[in-house]
């Protein structure tokens, strides 16, 4: 059982930059069996998959639309996943949710899924306004 609890949502201006940051609650030493992603849903608009980083936190992956201001890595050692937001746009608002699938077996620890690859625990979500 993975309970996940996103942190770090707010205002930030055009520009401005954002850590958001996914705690991971489990009996389990670390995160090393799950995948882990950001997904992102605007204001009357359908949840869309943002990042996703492999289950040894060696391999990220991102939405063509976020690719070169968005970073995702993954903390081992507290059992969290941070996505920083740089330059930051109006379009990168809405709610950011943290979800984790559970590594499929055959699955090297490098292995990293698409985006639409279906999670298995979702957390409930940190709000992100970028306003001036």
């Known amino acids: 059982q993975l309970q996940l609890v996103e942190s770090g949502g707010g205002l930030v201006p055009p520009g401005g930059s954002l850590r958001l940051s996914c705690a991971a609650s489990?009996?389990?030493?670390?995160?090393?069996?799950?995948?882990i992603a950001w997904f992102r849903q605007a204001p009357g608009k359908a949840r869309e998959g943002v990042s996703c980083?492999?289950?040894?936190?060696?391999?990220?992956t991102y939405a063509e639309f976020v690719r070169g201001r968005f970073t995702n890595s993954k903390d081992h050692a507290n059992k969290m996943v941070h996505l920083q937001i740089d330059g930051a746009i109006s379009a990168a608002s809405g709610v950011y949710y943290c979800a984790a699938a559970r590594l499929p077996p055959g699955r090297g620890t490098g292995w990293i899924p698409g985006l639409a690859y279906p999670m298995d625990y979702w957390g409930r979500g940190t709000l992100v306004t970028v306003s001036s």
């Open positions: 489990t009996s389990e030493f670390s995160l090393d069996n799950y995948i």
């Open positions: 980083i492999s289950a040894d936190g060696t391999t990220p």
